[in-house]
Nanobody
Framework: QVQLAESGGGLVQAGGSLRLSCTGS????????MGWFRQVPGKEREFVAV???????RYADSVKGRFTISRDNAKNTVYLQMNSLKPVDTAVYYC?????????????????WGQGTQVTVSS
């Protein structure tokens, strides 16, 4: 059974930082994609960042320059370093993973998901 376990969410003041982690078990994603989405109540799940097995990464325009995604393939783990956080970043953050290529921007294309971790940024 494939599982993605997230950690690192919490409450932070605007301008602060948080680091999210997500570790996969039951399947290796070392040659696939790992990414992050976020969702607020009443809205669709929104793409945040993706990292390929090599050096390639992509970010949503809203987080570019503030968030950094990275991977440790040996640990089957993806991280999201979030700096200069804003109240609009408040959401449940979900880790996603795929063993192969896909349209990374669309949430419904990702086969594996974590349970989500709450990030709250106070003003």
């Amino acid at each position: 059974q494939v599982q993605l376990a997230e950690s690192g969410g919490g409450l932070v003041q605007a301008g602060g930082s948080l680091r999210l982690s997500c570790t996969g078990s039951g399947r290796t994603f070392s040659s696939g994609l790992m990414g992050w989405f976020r969702q607020v109540p009443g809205k669709e799940r929104e793409f945040v960042a993706v990292a390929w097995s090599g050096e390639g990464t992509r970010y949503a325009d809203s987080v570019k320059g503030r968030f950094t995604i990275s991977r440790d393939n040996a640990k089957n783990t993806v991280y999201l370093q979030m700096n200069s956080l804003k109240p609009v970043d408040t959401a449940v953050y979900y880790c996603a993973a795929s063993s192969g290529p896909l349209n990374y921007y669309s949430a419904d294309r990702w086969p594996y998901w974590g349970q989500g971790t709450q990030v709250t940024v106070s003003s």
